[in-house]
């Protein structure tokens, strides 16, 4: 079945430097992908997604760009802040009917002033 | 606009006691509703999904279970919990119609805590 593999954590940044946080994908067919994050004490909430391949998932000046040669999808951010700090989640959708979202183990992101 | 409440916000609980946690989605019909269960330190794990009032489906065989009484409103229950039930407990919702292909948008979830 499908499955995805995200970097561990946790990630240490400064503010403002460029963030990269690695996700591959293992799937049959043509999934959508997804990244979530959580913030501290709250559910997950929707950050980007991407539907087909070469497709580039953007929001709050983050993105990821949905590549099937190297069935990966990298989420980055060239400027990161204190408020970045979170767990992301990386995620696709299953192969078979009545399956739901298969999620990574999550990233937990640290940034300091 | 849709919303998707979850209650109560932090539950701690005996070993052996009953559970019961809601989840109601606001602003849609017929929605797709999920409860996953995310242990300290790991992944979010799928445990029950439903596409219509009534209809469950169990993703892990587990000592908790779930049910939708109406076309919005989904619980999760046990009826004697176990240390291992500990969690965070997220409800989400999708567009009806689109098991695996769509969002699913999250609640704020409940913290389990089984003494």
């Known amino acids: 079945g499908n499955s995805v593999t995200q970097m561990e954590g946790p990630v240490t940044l400064s503010e403002e430097a460029f963030l990269t946080i690695n996700c591959t994908y293992t799937a049959t067919g043509y999934p959508s992908l997804f990244w979530y994050v959580q913030y501290p004490g709250e559910g997950l909430q929707l950050l980007l997604k991407a539907t087909k391949a070469d497709d580039k998932g953007s929001n709050k000046g983050f993105e990821a760009t949905y590549r099937k040669e190297t069935t990966s999808f990298h989420l980055e951010k060239g400027s990161v802040q204190v408020s970045d700090s979170a767990v992301y989640f990386c995620?696709?959708?299953?192969?078979?009917?009545?399956?739901?979202?298969?999620f990574g183990k999550g990233t937990t992101l640290s940034v300091s002033s | 606009s849709q919303t998707i409440h979850q209650w109560p916000a932090t539950l701690v609980q005996p070993v052996g006691s009953p559970l019961s946690l809601e989840c109601t989605v606001e602003g849609t019909s017929n929605p797709n509703l999920y409860w996953y269960r995310q242990a300290a330190g790991r992944g979010l794990q799928l445990l029950f999904y439903s596409v219509g009032i009534g209809q469950i489906s169990s993703e892990v065989p587990q000592n908790l279970s779930a049910s939708r009484p109406q076309d919005r409103q989904f619980i999760l229950s046990s009826k004697k919990l176990l240390l291992s039930d500990s969690g965070f407990y997220l409800c989400?919702?999708?567009?009806?119609?689109?098991?695996?292909?769509?969002?699913?948008?999250f609640g704020p979830g409940t913290r389990l805590t089984v003494l």
């Open positions: 989400a919702w999708s567009v009806p119609g689109l098991i695996n292909t769509d969002t699913q948008y």
């Open positions: 995620a696709l959708t299953g192969n078979q009917a009545g399956t739901a979202l298969i």
